[in-house]
């Protein structure tokens, strides 16, 4: 069974300074890795797909990488905002089925 | 891309009674999938649901207490069904993944049982 791990599980960062997220699971046979962004009490909204084949997908200030061997993904949000704040989740895909992990919790101070 | 529509966004409901959520996408898809968020937890699938099918519950879930219906390629419900408050959570229908596409969410339900 496909675990996946999000650290920290939360952070606060003042405005302007870089954030750096992880995520790791343990089985690296996956199809793609998606990150999503979750505000309070509601959906989730996609940040980034990163497909198995490949290292890295940039979005604007977004950039996701994925080390498929090692189990390990790593989302950065350049120059932060205070807008950023939310839950960041990583999810995994193997067979049509998402796993995910409990997210990152981030506030961006002002 | 897919635009979901999720309704209703939220409800505070009695213990013992259901609420039906619906979820409406723009284009057709062949799998749609229920998500539960409980408090503080990451997401865990109820369901996958295909057009003309029974659903496929996963482990822990099932369908007197879940049902769900998909009656065309662009709409399924969700039943919470004798409902308590253990089933205050976030629910959420989602599209695909099909092997090397994006996911999709609708914008969840938040559901508190009083």
């Known amino acids: 069974k496909q675990e996946v791990t999000q650290i920290p599980a939360a952070l606060s960062v003042p405005e302007g300074e870089n954030l750096v997220l992880n995520c790791s699971f343990t089985?690296?046979?996956?199809?793609?890795l998606q990150w999503f962004r979750q505000d309070p009490g509601k959906g989730l909204t996609s940040l980034l797909l990163?497909?198995?084949?490949?290292r890295e997908q940039t979005s604007g200030r977004l950039n996701a990488s994925l080390d498929k061997s090692s189990g390990r993904s790593t989302l950065y949000i350049a120059a932060s905002q205070p807008g950023d704040s939310a839950t960041y989740l990583c999810a995994v895909n193997g067979n049509n089925r998402l796993a995910f992990g409990k997210g990152n919790q981030v506030v961006v101070i002002p | 891309s897919a635009v979901i529509s999720q309704k209703p966004s939220r409800d505070i409901c009695q213990r013992g009674t259901s609420l039906t959520i619906q979820c409406q996408v723009d284009s057709q898809v062949t799998m749609m999938f229920w998500y539960r968020q409980q408090p503080g937890q990451s997401l865990t699938l109820i369901a996958t649901a295909n057009q003309g099918s029974e659903a496929t519950y996963e482990s822990g879930f099932v369908i007197d207490k879940f049902p769900i219906s998909r009656p065309n390629l662009t709409f399924s419900t969700l039943t919470v069904s004798n409902m308590s408050p253990e089933d205050s959570s976030i629910y959420l229908c989602s599209v695909d993944p099909g092997l090397n596409t994006e996911a999709f969410f609708g914008q969840g339900t938040r559901l508190t049982v009083v």
């Open positions: 089985d690296s046979a996956i199809y793609n």
């Open positions: 990163i497909q198995s084949s490949q």
